[in-house]
């Protein structure tokens, strides 16, 4: 198995432009969980899907934020616009049981 | 969102040195899972324990499910240098499907 596949690995772009990240899952993982990572406040709950469905998107930090995920092998998560204290590694993990798995993340710099 | 305690934040020990850190919670967890980050990648997957008192071994690593099923244990004998890196701990509640992280022990082996 592939594992989590996430892209870009990395992202530099200007404030104000839109990012999207893109998350390619376990096959046959029915949750999907998107984290972001950051030295002053660690990993992050965003959103978690399940079954395609968002079911908490408590964590998502402002309307800037939004996530998708249109089937069961594809989720993206967008920032519009961006700003640099978005700067961060953003990870996607999904889980077909008790355990969860990550992808190497999209390393995101905001100038 | 919620966060577990995790100690110590961080570690420096001699190569061959026994190691161990923990977490705990204010929650009854019903999962508690351990992972490892190296530098530039995800989280991996190192341990998982399901049940209270359940004491469970990968290698050199060992870790315990608490009975009060509020903390965990992770200990890992005779360090190498390549044991270096992040590692966090993870619960999941009775009924959750997210996970809560801890907020990671750094460790550095000298050799």
């Known amino acids: 198995d592939a594992g989590v596949i996430q892209s870009p690995r990395h992202e530099v772009t200007e404030m104000g432009q839109e990012v999207t990240l893109r998350c390619k899952p376990i096959s046959g993982h029915n949750s999907l969980f998107w984290y972001r990572q950051t030295m002053m406040r660690g990993l992050e709950l965003l959103i978690y899907?399940?079954?395609?469905?968002?079911?908490?998107d408590s964590g998502m930090p402002e309307d800037r934020f939004s996530a998708k995920m249109p089937n069961a092998s594809f989720s993206t998560l967008k920032i519009q616009p961006s700003e640099p204290r978005d700067s961060a590694v953003y990870f996607c993990?999904?889980?077909?049981?008790?355990?969860?798995?990550f992808g190497q993340g999209t390393r995101l710099t905001v100038v | 969102g919620q966060q577990l305690n995790q100690s110590p934040q961080s570690m420096f020990i001699q190569e061959g040195e026994d190691v161990s850190m923990n977490c705990t919670s204010s929650?009854?967890?019903?999962?508690w899972l351990w992972y490892k980050q190296d530098p530039g990648e995800g989280p991996v997957l190192l341990i998982a324990?399901?049940?209270?008192?359940e004491l469970t071994s990968n290698g050199r690593l060992t870790a315990q499910f608490g009975i009060t099923r509020k903390d965990s244990f992770l200990n890992i004998s005779a360090s190498i240098p390549s044991d270096v890196g992040i590692y966090f701990c993870a619960g999941r509640r009775t009924g959750a499907n997210n996970l809560f992280f801890g907020t990671g022990t750094r460790l550095t082996v000298i050799p």
């Open positions: 324990l399901y049940k209270a008192g």
């Open positions: 993990a999904s889980r077909g049981g008790p355990e969860a798995f």
């Open positions: 929650s009854i967890f019903n999962t």
């Open positions: 899907f399940n079954n395609n469905v968002p079911i908490d």
